[in-house]
């Protein structure tokens, strides 16, 4: 079954204690993106990577960190996790730019 | 860089009813707006999308418009049912851009039979 996959879904944590949110896709996509959704806010874009090894920012970057060594791999990294990143996180990939994004199940991070 | 607003923020309609929400954006290099539709504990998935070659796309009940002129795109959906109950997302995406697909806050439909 084609999908994107998330993990942890839920995550609990203390503010500086070092946390990452793994991405995976079986579809072959180039295009994976990360989000946080905060009520009011919409959907915005933390990172986002084109291939492997091609990433860059999107409108929320601080605090964050991504990597993408492999295709279908992409983690999210919080070094030092505050309580301001306490968020719905969602992944995303799609084959090209302008082609349908497919959505994780998202992840609920709490930083206390 | 882009940016869309998305209007209203919660929208009410009776059963059968048609619903309509509005986006702005204010990049005319844009060229892609696809609308996402959350239910609720779930993740965003595509309903709909338009290119700025077309000024209208439907699908069933769902239809989208675009003015270019103007900057603005908007979702219909008609014959509202129940299961159309969902946060509703539009977006828009930069020409050149790889990256950078920028949302709209949101609209909480409400479809009350």
């Known amino acids: 079954e084609a999908q994107v996959t998330q993990n942890p879904r839920y995550l609990i944590t203390v503010t500086g204690k070092k946390l990452t949110v793994t991405c995976s896709q079986n579809?072959?996509?180039?295009?994976m993106s990360w989000y946080r959704q905060d009520p009011g806010l919409g959907l915005r874009q933390i990172y986002y990577?084109?291939?492997?090894?091609?990433?860059d920012k999107g409108d929320v970057p601080e605090g964050y960190k991504v990597s993408r060594k492999e295709k279908r791999n992409f983690p999210l990294i919080l070094e030092s996790p505050s309580p301001n990143q306490t968020s719905l996180y969602f992944c995303?990939?799609?084959?090209?730019?302008?082609?349908?994004?497919?959505f994780g199940p998202g992840t609920r991070l709490t930083v206390t | 860089g882009e940016n869309v607003e998305q209007h209203p923020s919660t929208l009410s309609v009776q059963e059968g009813d048609s619903a309509v929400i509005k986006c702005t954006y204010s990049?005319?290099?844009?060229?892609?707006f696809p609308w996402y539709k959350q239910e609720l504990g779930k993740r965003p998935q595509l309903i709909i999308d338009?290119?700025?070659?077309?000024g209208e796309k439907k699908d069933q009940r769902i239809a989208v418009t675009l003015n270019k002129t103007a900057k603005h795109f908007s979702l219909h959906i008609t014959e509202t049912q129940p299961e159309d109950s969902a946060v509703y997302f539009c977006?828009?995406?930069?020409?050149?851009?790889?990256?950078?697909?920028?949302f709209g806050a949101g609209t909480q439909v409400v479809v009350t039979p």
């Open positions: 995303a990939s799609s084959l090209a730019r302008t082609t349908e994004q497919y």
């Open positions: 579809m072959n996509h180039e295009y």
């Open positions: 990577s084109m291939n492997v090894e091609v990433t």
């Open positions: 990049d005319s290099a844009s060229n892609y």
């Open positions: 338009i290119r700025s070659n077309v």
């Open positions: 977006a828009a995406r930069l020409l050149d851009s790889w990256g950078k697909l920028q």
